[in-house]
C-alpha cells in the first residue's frame, strides 16, 4: 500500500535538522537492528529518527505530515502482532531517547514520565517509593510504557488492578500533524468534558503518539499468598473463582487456569518442574491473593483453600509457605519452552464470556483434532479475565497456520469472543477482526481515524481493515 | 442558538410514526413534567419522545438529522449541570420505556440491560444474583443507568471500584445520524482495535445516546468495617490514606474527609447528629472497608486504625461495632440538608492533586473571606478519590454566585485541577471549562463532535465551548 516518497532525502535533511544529524539513522544503523522480538531479519525501514522531545516529535510528524509520508512509532518493539514492523517506505519514530522519570508524587501516588521508559524501570522506581506500578509482563525489560499504553497491555494482574488502560490517569500525545495533546490528568475523578486520552489508549499509534505519561501508582502489597489447586470440572474452575473472590475480599490477585495437557507438559522432563500435584487432574489452578497483613492473610487464604476442598469444588491443593514455594508454581505457569520445542508455534490470545468457554474449548480442540491432527495443542489463560492462551506446535507449513487460525477464531464469533483479549490487533490479527467487530464498529473506528489522521500517516495498514 | 424547526408538526408527525401516538408528548403533557431534579420550573421541551427499542431511539434520530433538529436525551433528569434542562426548541428524547433487564450471567458476574433501567434496580437484582454494582450516589431510585454511563457518575465506592467507566464492559449507542453501534463487549479484556464505548462514557449525550449496557459486576462483600477518627493536620490525613491503604489490602471502600466547619454542623442542633467525637479537630475521616471474613476483617481495620493512634496521625477515633452505628456515621456525611437551611448553596465538585489540595483550600477559603464575608463555606470530600466538595451559602444574588465561582475554580487552573470531578459539564460548568483543559483539547473534543455529529443536534450547547 505505501509507495516510494517522492523526495526521501530532502525530507531525512529535513528531520536531520530537527532531532539532529546523529538521529536519523539509515542503511547500515537501520539494518543492524532486529526488526521485533517477535520476528526475524533486520529492521527494513526507511529511517529510524530519534526525537529527544515532545517538541522534536511534533516536528517530525509535522513535516512527515507534509510529506505524505508514513510513520510507525518505535517502542520496546516487544508486540506480538506485528504492529511495529515497518517497511521499506516507512520512517520509524523511535522514542528510545524520552527516558526520564520526571516526578513521582508519593501522596497523589502517581509517576509523571515519557513515553520511552522501560516498563521495568518505573517498576522498580514505584517499589523504591513504597509504591507499585501494577501492570506486569515478562518483556518488561524492554517494553516501553509508551507502547504498553498504546496497546493498553494486559498480564498477571489485571484481574486486581485492571488492563493498562486503568494505570494511566493522563497522558500527552502527538497528532499525525504534529499538534501536541496535553492531557495530562493527575486525578481519578475528572469529569471535564471528554476524556481524550481515551483515544490513544489501546489504538496502538494510529491516531496519534503517546510522548508523556501520569501513570496511576498503587500501595505495595505487604505479602503474597498462593496455592496451586486441583479442580474436577470447568463448572468447578468458575465457582472457585467466585468463591476466592469473595471470601478473599479485594486481595485476590491471580487466577491462573491450566488445563491437563498444559499441566503435564511443564512438570514432565524435560520440562524443569516437578508436578507439585498429581497429573490426574482435569483442571489446575494457580491462585494468589496480596495484601496488607501478612499472617491474617495468610490464614484467611488457607480456609478460603480449606472450604474449597470441604465443598467438594477442589480436590486438591498445594497451598504455599515460603516465596521460594510460590516462585516455582509461577515458573511452571511461565515455562513455555517446553511448547516450543514441539515445532512452530501458533499461538492465541483470545477472551470469551466464562459461560461460554468449556464448550468453545471442547469445540476448538475437536476442530484441531480432526482438521490437524499432526498438531499438539495446550491450553492455560488468565481465567479471572475470561482471557485464554491456546498454542499449536507442529510442522512448520503456512496453510497450516492458517487453517488452525480458522479452527480458533471461527467458533469466537457466534459467542462474542474476541480475537485479542491482550496483545492487540497490529498486522497479524487484522485478517480475523471482522468476526468480533461489526461493520458498524469498523466504520466508526474510521471515522475516528480519518478525523485525527486524515491523510493516514500513522500506523498505515495496521489495526483496521481498509 | 437552536432556532425553530422550519416544520415542526411535520416532524412531530413522523416521529408519532415511529413510537406511535401516545408517546409523542407536547403542551401540559410536557409542560405538567419537571424540568430537573436541581432545577425549578416546568419542562419547556418542543415534544418527549419515547421509543421502545434500540431501533426506535434509531428512527427518532434519523428523522431529526434529516430536520436538523435538536434533541436532548433525557434519563432520570437528576443531573447537577443543567445538562438536560431542554429548551423549547429541542426535542426530548426519553428512554423511560426502555426499562428492560435483559440477562444476569452469575458466572461472568456480567448484567446487561436497557439504559432506561434505574441504578436501584440495578443494584437490587444484583444482590438478588448475589453480586455487587458497585456504583452509588444519593439519586439511585431515579438516575438512569445510561444517564450514569453518559456522565460518568461517581459516588462513594470510586477508591474501590472506580467510576462508572470501570464498571462498563460494553454498550450499544446510536449516533445522531441514526446508526447503532453495537459494542456490546462481555470480557474484562478485549484489545480488538479500538475500544469504541469510551466515546459515549462520559460525552454526556454529545456524541451518541447509550441505549443498552454490559455492566460489570462484584462480588458482594460479606461485611463491612467502618470508623470515624480525627487527624490534627492535612498531612496526617494523607498519611493516614496511604497507612489504610496499604494495612487493608485491596479492602479500602471509602475515606471521607470532613473539615472542621462541616463537622460542626453536621453535629450540632438543629442538625439531628450528635458528635460522636469532639468538636475541636481540624479534619475528621470516615473510614470504611469491606471484605470478604467479616470477623478477621474486623480485627485488621482496628489493628490498622489503632496503629494510626500510636504513630499519632490520628488522635481519636470511634470504631464502628453495628451496622447501626455505620449508617449513623454515614448520616452525619450525608447530612447536607443542614447546609441548605442556611441560604442560597453555590456548590462545587472540583478535583486536584492531593498534594495541592490543602494550600489550595486555604486560597480559596482566604480568598472567599475577603470577597464574600457574607456566605459561609463548608469544605468536605471523597479525599481518595482528589475529589473535594465546597458549598457556599447566604442571600441569593447572582453576582455573588459568579463571584464565588472565580474565587473556587481559578485557583485550580495553577494546580492541575479540575472543575468537575464528577457531575460533568452541561450547561453548568461550561464558561468555566477552558480553565481546565486546553485550547488543544477543546479542538480535538470538537473535531470528535464533528465526526460523529456534524450537524450537531446531540445536546448542543453542552459540554463543549463554542
Redo the contacts between chains.
Keep these: 500500500m505505501n509507495t516510494a516518497p517522492a523526495d526521501p532525502a530532502s525530507l531525512l535533511a529535513r528531520l536531520a535538522d530537527i532531532v539532529g544529524p546523529a538521529h536519523v539513522l539509515t542503511g547500515d544503523d537501520v539494518r543492524s537492528r532486529a526488526v521485533g522480538w517477535a520476528d526475524h531479519g533486520p529492521c527494513q525501514a526507511l529511517a529510524i529518527v530519534r526525537p529527544a522531545s515532545t517538541g522534536e516529535v511534533s516536528q517530525v510528524l509535522a513535516a512527515c505530515h507534509d510529506a505524505g509520508q508514513p510513520v510507525v512509532p518505535f517502542g520496546g518493539l516487544t508486540g506480538l502482532v506485528r504492529g511495529a514492523v515497518a517497511g521499506a517506505y516507512e520512517i520509524a519514530l523511535s522514542l528510545e531517547r524520552m527516558q526520564r522519570i520526571e516526578a513521582v ?6 509517576m509523571t514520565v515519557e513515553a520511552g521508559v522501560p516498563l521495568q524501570r518505573i517498576q522498580e522506581v514505584a517499589e523504591q517509593n513504597g509504591l507499585l506500578y501494577p501492570v506486569d509482563f515478562g518483556a518488561r525489560g524492554s517494553a516501553h510504557i509508551g507502547g504498553s499504553v498504546a ?2 497491555a ?1 498480564g498477571n494482574g ?3 488492578y ?2 493498562t ?2 494505570s494511566v490517569l493522563g497522558l500527552e500525545a502527538v ?1 499525525a500533524d504534529g ?18 486520552k ?2 490513544f ?3 496502538e499509534g494510529t491516531l496519534g503518539v503517546v510522548t508523556r505519561l501520569v501513570l496511576r501508582l ?5 505479602g503474597n499468598q498462593a496455592a496451586l489447586v486441583a479442580c474436577p470440572t470447568f463448572g468447578d474452575v ?1 465457582r472457585l473463582l ?1 468463591h476466592m ?7 485476590l490477585s491471580a487466577f491462573e487456569l491450566m488445563w491437563n495437557g498444559f499441566y503435564r507438559l511443564v512438570t514432565t522432563p524435560p520440562a524443569r518442574g516437578t508436578p507439585p500435584l498429581s497429573q490426574e487432574h482435569e483442571y489446575y489452578v494457580l491462585v494468589e ?5 501478612p499472617a ?2 495468610q ?2 487464604f488457607e ?2 483453600v480449606g472450604a474449597a476442598l470441604e465443598a467438594g469444588i477442589v480436590v486438591d491443593a498445594v497451598i504455599c509457605t515460603s516465596e521460594a514455594q510460590r516462585e516455582s508454581l509461577w515458573a511452571l505457569r511461565d515455562d513455555v519452552e517446553g511448547i516450543f520445542r514441539s515445532g512452530m508455534p501458533v499461538a492465541f490470545d483470545v ?5 461460554a468457554m468449556e464448550g468453545y474449548v471442547a469445540e476448538v480442540v475437536g476442530r484441531l483434532e480432526r482438521e490437524w491432527p499432526a498438531y499438539r495443542r495446550f491450553v492455560f489463560g ?1 481465567l ?4 485464554l492462551h491456546i498454542i499449536a506446535t507442529g510442522p512448520p507449513d503456512a496453510a497450516a497456520r492458517h487453517g488452525i487460525e480458522r479452527c480458533v477464531y471461527e467458533p469466537l464469533a457466534a459467542r ?10 497490529g498486522r497479524e ?1 487484522l485478517p480475523w ?1 471482522p468476526l ?3 461493520p ?6 474510521r ?2 481515524k ?3 489522521d486524515p491523510k493516514g500517516i500513522l500506523n498505515p495498514g495496521r ?2 481493515p481498509d
Design positions: 508524587d508519593p501522596v497523589g501516588r502517581t496497546t493498553n494486559g489485571v484481574i486486581r485492571g488492563m488502560r486503568d497528532l499538534t501536541i495533546i496535553p492531557a495530562l490528568n493527575q486525578m481519578l475523578k475528572n469529569n471535564a468534558a471528554y476524556d481524550v481515551q483515544l489508549i489501546g489504538t498503587r500501595e505495595l502489597p505487604r468458575t467466585k473472590d469473595s471470601a478473599l475480599g479485594g486481595a491473593s496480596s495484601g496488607g497483613d491474617r492473610d490464614a484467611q480456609d478460603a477472551s470469551l464470556p466464562l459461560a488468565h479471572g479475565d475470561g482471557n462474542g469472543g474476541s480475537v485479542s483479549a491482550e496483545h492487540g490487533i490479527k477482526l468480533c467487530r461489526s458498524a464498529e469498523l466504520a466508526l473506528m471515522k475516528l480519518q478525523a485525527l489495526v483496521l
